[in-house]
């Protein structure tokens, strides 16, 4: 099952009165923050790591893309973090170098070349190895391959649907809730939420 | 009026969470002189929780802990709040009351601890705290003893979700009720408060409520305790605990805005949450002759069921919690310990999309193609028993946190019991979701809330503090949190939290007023 939503049904309510004034600023940051310069990450670091979310959480062909791997070096500049770590794993900042070494290192050993001169398919093959711990190289003999993939994965789809161009793309609109809900029972749809435009297969 | 932290005190309270909160209140109405420490900020609800999940992760514990074990806890967003209200500024605010049975844990299956104190000991107290946070639930709740008040309000509107556990269910033969929750179906006033509005069905409640419909307490028993004198001083990390000669605690030294400052106080209620509590304990070497602080943690089994349905579902909609079973309290196919309880979930995008990278490991086209089945989705949970072991336990790490301090590592591994739990679970909720006709059902294995590190009981070789929650090593130490609980119950903790926290006020003002 494919489902579709109409684009612009966020953007549209943020000018609303359906939003609180709180939720406005939020959402209104997020989606006009301009592109960041790393300052946790060197440029290399987050140039692999922006390819690397691209392939974790494909954008396809958006008027705007949506910021992945900033949240994560914004996150480290600040020393920030959600409040634990797997024991088994260094701290996030030296765990995302270690991890991006580590994700070159397998891309050389299973195709002789660096990550980002792979096809899409084959940085999808690295990224499966290192998912499944069946990926070759020195790092993941010290760094947990399936913990900094889960860690990663985490962080970067949390940082993609927190954004209000995600969230048209899935028909979110719980932002919307000023005047209360009151048809919440099932298939009961109130004006301001998007119906699916497309269903196939 | 604020105190002088040269002033003697009669009471510092250490954290305004489910445990502070409602001593905290009991004893300024007492007529005694009351300050609660909290570390989290103070927030202004309409200004502070905008409907948005990544603005309100400011609402979690984020200082780092360390998940160490088979089945690592995760902390954050899971297991512990901060600020004034503590954990309840985003829990879901089901409240069930534990039944007589959870009590008695030991004597019923020969493993595990029983409770120093009975059903009958604290009944009084969940209906008390009921009527105060104006829970809504059913005219007739079908599990448990008899309740001598009807809930403060009727049940909430049940949403898509609660909809669908009710029709598959129905089909099964599991019995359903609409779920006791501490959200107001309608408008209640409230002593210390005034008027809190009726839910706005925006399924939030993970996160901070902007109206004050949710019971969390910083619209409940901290107005009230600020009613009665009491005073709250947020964004304030106790780091010591100070004895003086005679062996008890004369002054809790804390930290705020960079600079450290003393409250002289003649007793100390330490209210910081399971993780907290314990390391504060270990940090100042106090109240452990037990050996005991830090030992058996418990986290209930909490598996989610998720599926996929045709009908629009919404889950951004209606009080997350809405319906609830506790058919599977003492199941007479159980092959495990104690039981677990079934209630349907709400969900917000990004925690379920989140859930679906870890519990899954979907990625890639597979995971979009997933998460746009969002406005379909509908899931079931359980909490369970869970038993203390040898084995989970919290300890003081080497590596420092931004105070130099300690952070915690926290041991946990689920044991045969709660795997067997878990896989009976499995089994009943995917029977109920494909009878209510789901598709792409897929488990979210996890553990929830934190309990356990200073259980209580009546021998002080095996526990940390007795049935009054006094600690057996200094008298004029008191804990009302999460850690006290001898076994974990099959319920949302937060109601018998409150409940044993006016409980333990009420003992200490009997002995000391
Ligand atoms: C997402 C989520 C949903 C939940 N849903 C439910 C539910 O539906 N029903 C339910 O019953 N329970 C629920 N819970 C659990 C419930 O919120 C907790 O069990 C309960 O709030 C714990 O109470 P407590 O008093 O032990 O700790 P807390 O409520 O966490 O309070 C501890 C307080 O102490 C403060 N503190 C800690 N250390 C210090 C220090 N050194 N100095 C000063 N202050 C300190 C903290 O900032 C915090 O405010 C949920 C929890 C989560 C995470
Ligand atoms: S669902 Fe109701 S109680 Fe929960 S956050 Fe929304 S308005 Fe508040």
């Not at chain 2, 307490?217 to 009665?228: E, F």
């Not at chain 2, 998720?306 to 506790?326: H, L, M, N, V």
Request: net charge negative; aromatic share 8%.
């Amino acid at each position: 099952m494919t489902i579709k939503y109409p684009v612009g049904t966020v953007r549209d309510l943020l000018t609303t009165d359906l939003v609180t004034e709180a939720t406005r600023q939020a959402l209104v940051k997020r989606l006009n923050t301009p592109p960041r310069q790393p300052t946790f990450f060197s440029t290399d670091e987050f140039t692999l790591l922006q390819a690397v979310c691209d392939r974790l959480v494909p954008q396809g062909e958006t008027d705007q893309p949506i910021p992945v791997a900033d949240g994560i070096d914004e996150r480290l500049s600040g020393s920030e973090t959600n409040g634990w770590r797997y024991d088994t794993m260094p701290t996030d900042g030296d765990a995302y170098k270690l991890g991006l070494k580590g994700i070159d290192e397998s891309a050389q050993a299973l195709f002789q070349q660096p990550f980002l001169s792979l096809t899409g398919g084959e940085q999808d093959q690295v990224l499966k190895a290192i998912q499944l711990m069946e990926a070759p190289g020195e790092t993941w003999q010290t760094l947990p391959a399936d913990r900094f993939f889960e860690e990663l994965l985490a962080e970067a789809v949390e940082n993609y649907y927190s954004h209000p161009i995600a969230q048209e793309e899935i028909g979110y609109v719980g932002m919307a809730d000023t005047p209360t809900w009151k048809r919440v029972g099932l298939d009961q749809l109130e004006d301001r939420e998007p119906r699916a435009v497309q269903i196939n297969e | 009026m604020p105190y002088k932290t040269s002033e003697l005190v009669d009471a510092v309270v250490i954290g305004t969470g489910a445990g502070g909160a409602p001593l905290l209140a009991r004893l300024a109405k007492a007529g005694l002189s009351v300050v609660a420490l909290e570390a989290g900020k103070n927030w202004n609800p309409m200004q502070d929780f905008p409907t948005d999940e990544k603005a309100q992760s400011k609402l979690f514990w984020n200082d780092e802990r360390l998940s160490a074990g088979n089945d690592p806890l995760p902390f954050g967003s899971n297991n512990s709040g901060t600020g004034v209200g503590g954990s309840t500024l985003h829990y879901t605010a089901y409240t069930p009351r534990a039944q007589p049975d959870d009590l008695r844990i030991r004597t019923d299956f020969g493993v595990g601890e029983d409770w120093p104190i009975d059903f009958d000991q604290i009944a009084h107290y969940y209906d008390e705290v009921e009527q105060f946070l104006g829970v809504s639930g059913p005219a007739n709740y079908p599990w448990g003893p008899a309740r001598k008040r009807a809930y403060a309000l009727g049940p909430l509107p049940i949403n898509g979700a609660g909809q669908l556990m009710e029709r598959g269910s129905k089909k099964i033969g599991i019995k359903t009720s609409p779920a006791a929750n501490a959200a107001l179906s309608a408008g209640y006033y409230q002593e210390g408060v005034g008027h809190r509005p009726g839910c706005a069905n925006r399924g939030f409640c993970q996160a901070g409520c902007n109206i004050g419909a949710k019971a969390s307490m910083d619209v409940t028993y901290i107005p009230l305790a600020v009613h009665y004198g009491a005073e709250i001083r947020p964004e304030c990390f106790v780091t010591q605990l100070i004895k003086d000669a005679s062996g008890k605690i004369s002054e809790v030294v804390y930290m705020h805005n960079g600079q450290e400052e003393r409250q002289r106080c003649r007793f100390v209620f330490l209210c910081a949450g399971t993780i907290e509590t314990a390391r504060l304990l270990l940090l100042n070497d106090l109240a452990n002759s037990s050996g005991q602080v830090g030992r058996n943690v418990m986290a209930h089994p909490g598996l989610q069921i998720w599926g996929e349905f045709d009908e629009d579902i919404r889950p951004y909609k209606g009080i997350p919690g809405a319906i609830i079973s506790e058919d599977m309290h003492r199941a007479a196919d159980a092959d495990f310990v104690g039981g677990y309880l079934l209630q349907s979930i709400g969900v917000m995008p990004v925690t379920y999309v989140s859930q679906m990278a870890r519990g899954r490991g979907l990625w890639g086209q597979d995971l979009k193609q997933a998460a746009s089945a969002y406005n379909h989705v509908a899931g079931i949970n359980i909490l369970g028993d869970c038993l203390p072991y040898a084995h989970n336990y919290m300890e003081l790490s080497d590596e420092k946190d931004i105070r130099g301090l300690p952070k915690p590592r926290v041991y946990f591994s689920n044991g045969e019991s709660e795997e067997r739990m878990n896989a009976h679970a499995n089994k009943v909720m995917r029977e109920i979701w494909s009878a209510a006709g789901a598709k792409n059902v897929w488990a979210f294995p996890r553990n929830a809330h934190v309990i356990g590190t200073c259980r209580m009981g009546n021998d002080s070789n095996t526990a940390v503090v007795n049935a009054d929650g006094q600690s057996f090593d200094i008298p004029n130490l008191y804990i009302s949190d999460n850690s006290t609980f001898p076994s974990a119950l099959s319920v949302n903790p937060a109601l018998t939290i409150m409940a044993l926290a006016l409980r333990t006020a009420d003992r200490f003002l009997d002995a000391y007023k």
